[in-house]
């Protein structure tokens, strides 16, 4: 999301130099009750809380267990709430809690407007975003729009028969040469994302319907206007209870080519097609994603949402978007145009998974979100829920933990929101399973043994050194990994020098520094691929530059020369990797491998 000459930095293995003291959070949060003459400060504050926001993905069923079913629950995460305050976030992102038959964890949503019971209540849910909201967090839910269960009452009433009133709410069509006696063959070439075709049979209507994800997930059709009204009515229903937002799954899938052509197939350097995890040849998505009629969708959404920001309920209600996108010119698309917006935050998955320690491809992906956007806040993140965690992406097995602080440093020293996913802060790893048999996630029963399916980055949050984790008091739904042990909140509360005391501070800045809270990124030693570097700056306000290296060598890096009208000054530490010293200068900033290093320019 986001100019200078060459330099180089070195480092010495990193103490946190800085652990700020506590402190109020700039962005404020949601209230209890609405004041009677909020002044200007705390109406902007309410209005733009969400443009330097910290938001903390939370995996309901794997965050913290409170009834001993082995299963997390909305009461889990109520009672875990004075630690995310404590940590500094602004929002939770609720995956889905709706009622389900759990095919897809969740997100096979049979009724969109209750709790499931494994989960808790609708009075549970309340509780929760009230407690939220005592502390300044707001609750953002999950909203699928492109399907639902195979057993919501939408779909069993639309395959009952060819002429039910919901029959065009979902994506029907016959087989290729079909006959009385013979289905056919599915209408096209397209396929599910989880393997093999996207069309499945339906004996009782012989029709075939159309699921970009499992068999289980039929895609609502969403050139039915039906479809998009029962949409905006249930947003408002989640809005009136007092969710400050919503993230939404999978949006650029919404919308299908209408005349069902086949998409094309997607070949090699030497003309052979590339074939998937599943055994089928990949396809380039042409015909199931990023279609216009999206647009049109997201800003009626927009429209119902921003009818909530009023006193009755104060602060901006924040859509989130799902973008997996293939440049930064469609992800600017998704703000919407002027006059019409769309998303507050779509996701930038340019920078989110890069998946290597490459400075000049992270250089280049900032300054597009600095430059490309049209001025709109960028969404950092790096981690979800349905790709390995930071250590299997990034990590070398050696400098883990140092590579995390390098990574976190790119994501709350940058400009913009933060999102990052449950457990990042203490490092949790990717834990796959070993064999086929303890697979929960259908993905990994399909694709194993080349795909294991995402239960290793869903593991039980690891709170303590105590019997599972103290995730639970029973058994849970995914095995509690060995390493728990060593790596786990409760030893790292108490380390100074810890990966969560590194995001606390991080996070802290983020908040207090006004060259953090809406200052520009300008880059830094441009001709540098060794170290990452580059200068927040904002009016009236001190610049702050930070530097990360992303060798396990360690370098030296002169920021004082040329480029960005910054000189040899003095610089003040603000926070810095364990064991570093402080630079008398910018001109010589020693980092150690993979070392951070974050300075006022006095």
Known sequence: MHTANPGVLKLENCALALILGTVALAAGGQTAAVKPAPSITTQSAERDWWKNAVIYEIYPRSFQDSNGDGIGDLNGITGRLDYLKELGVDAIWLTPVYPSPQVDFGYDISDYRSIDPQYGTLADFDRLVAEAGKRHIRVLMDMVMNHTSDQHEWFLQSRSSKDNPYRDWYVWRGGKGQTAADKGQPPNNWQSLFGHSAWQWDEKTRQYYYHKFYIQQPDLNWYNPKVQQAFEDIVSFWLKRGVGGFRFDAITTLFE????????????????????????????????????????????????????????????????????????????????????????????????????????????????????????????????????????????????????????????????????????????????????????????????????????????????????????????????????????????????????????????????????????????????????SWMRQAPGAPQVVVSVNFTAEPQTVNLASGGAGIRPYHVKTLLKSPGAADPESLGAIELGPFGVYIGEVQ
Not at 276 to 292: E, F, M, V
């Open 257 to 532: 080519d209408p005349s069902l052509a086949d998409e094309g197939v997607v070949k090699d350097k030497d003309g052979n097609a590339i074939v998937n995890a599943y055994g089928d040849p990949q396809l380039d998505g042409s015909k199931t994603d990023n279609l216009p009629g999206l647009h049109p969708v997201l800003q009626e959404i927009r429209a119902t949402t921003d009818k909530f920001n009023t006193n009755a309920f104060p602060g901006t209600r924040v859509l989130i978007g799902e973008t997996y996108l293939p440049n930064v010119e469609e992800l600017a698309k998704m703000y919407g145009p002027p006059g019409k917006p769309e998303f507050h935050l779509p996701m930038d998955t340019q920078v989110a998974f890069i998946d290597k320690l490459d400075v000049a491809t992270f250089r280049s992906k900032l300054i597009d979100a600095e430059t490309h956007l049209s001025a709109h806040v960028p969404l950092l993140l790096f981690d979800n829920h349905d790709n390995p965690r930071l250590d299997m992406r990034y990590g070398n097995g050696v400098h883990d933990k140092d590579i995390q602080r390098v990574l976190a440093t790119i994501l709350f020293a940058s400009r913009g929101a933060a999102l990052f996913y449950y457990g990042d802060e203490i490092g949790m790893k990717t834990t796959p399973p070993e064999r086929k048999q303890d697979v929960k996630d259908p993905i990994g029963v399909t694709g194993w043994p080349k795909e294991k399916g995402r239960d290793g980055e869903r593991t039980p949050m690891q709170w303590d050194a105590g019997a599972n984790a103290g995730f639970t008091n029973g058994s849970p739904w995914l095995p509690v990994p060995p390493r728990a042990a060593a790596i786990n909140v409760a030893a790292q509360k108490s380390d100074p020098v810890s990966l969560f005391a590194w995001y606390q501070s991080l996070i802290r800045l983020k908040k207090t520094v006004p060259a953090f809270e809406s200052g520009a990124n300008i880059m830094l030693d441009t001709e540098n691929n060794k170290v990452f």
